[in-house]
Nanobody, 124 residues
């Protein structure tokens, strides 16, 4: 059973917005860092945003800073990614990740749990 399930992806025109959700099931991640990554066709999976366990620390890739906002609701065991001012370069499969080693950077791919991804397509 996949412990992380993403939703909220879809098709949007340039300048539009989407809100992704990542719900954890089977276990709680309320004491774990969580992150969002994305992978476009033919490219490596890249860091988008991350949040510490309490929600007091957030981290963003330069390409999304000021447009995307990560948040979490530990009572619902869910993390969100609000994406505004989307452009075609944001088109990718977006993956949720949870529980990284303490020594790893938030932008590292060394998370122990991954969702199956949700497609985001932005047309020009």
């Amino acid at each position: 059973q996949v412990p992380l399930v993403e939703s909220g992806g879809g098709f949007v025109h340039s300048g539009g917005s989407l809100r992704l959700s990542c719900a954890a099931s089977g276990r709680t991640f309320s004491s774990s860092a969580m992150g969002w990554f994305r992978q476009a066709p033919g490219k490596e999976r890249e860091f988008v945003a991350a949040i510490n366990w309490s929600g007091t620390g957030t981290y963003y890739a330069d390409s999304v800073k000021g447009r995307f906002t990560i948040s979490r609701d530990n009572a619902k065991n869910t993390v969100y990614l609000q994406m505004n001012s989307l452009n075609p370069e944001d088109t990718a499969v977006y993956y949720c990740a949870a529980d990284k080693p303490a020594y790893s950077a938030y932008s590292s791919r060394e998370y122990n749990y991954w969702g199956q991804g949700t497609q985001v397509t932005v047309s020009s």
